[in-house]
């Protein structure tokens, strides 16, 4: 089993940037494909991106929904089992709770949340227009 921690989240003028993390700990955090998604008031949740570890423990790939490309960026940090992810030129529609989760050997392109197996407890970010 896997425990996921995300921090980050906070109150950001429109056009501003929030990094958020995602702290995995209990068990090999490359063995874990690491998706973010979001849930706003009286929505579903919504799937924001993915990373999946390389084979050689450097690097990886990522996945994005269309509405997070060119702004949005994930990136991981081996020593500290964190995934990140940097979000730029934010709107207030980007305002929502924003959620980890881990799929044991997970591959690309997972963008359900019922694919995962594992969530944290999830950030606020609120952008103000």
């Known amino acids: 089993q896997v425990q996921l921690v995300e921090s980050g989240g906070g109150l950001v003028q429109a056009g501003g940037s929030l990094r958020l993390s995602c702290v995995a700990s209990?068990?090999?955090?490359?063995?874990?494909?690491i998706g973010w998604f979001r849930q706003a008031p009286g929505k579903e949740r919504e799937f924001v991106g993915e990373?999946?570890?390389?084979?050689?423990?450097?690097?990886?790939?990522?996945y994005y929904a269309s509405g997070a490309k060119g702004r949005f960026t994930l990136s991981r940090d081996n020593a500290k089992s964190t995934v990140y992810l940097l979000m730029n030129s934010l709107q207030p529609e980007d305002t929502a709770v924003y959620y980890c989760?881990?799929?044991?050997?997970?591959?690309?392109?997972?963008?359900?949340?019922?694919?995962?197996?594992?969530w944290g407890q999830g950030t606020q970010v609120t952008v103000s227009s």
């Open positions: 989760a881990a799929k044991f050997q997970g591959v690309l392109k997972l963008a359900l949340p019922q694919e995962y197996d594992y």
């Open positions: 990373f999946v570890a390389a084979v050689s423990w450097t690097g990886g790939s990522t």
């Open positions: 209990g068990r090999p955090f490359e063995n874990y494909a």
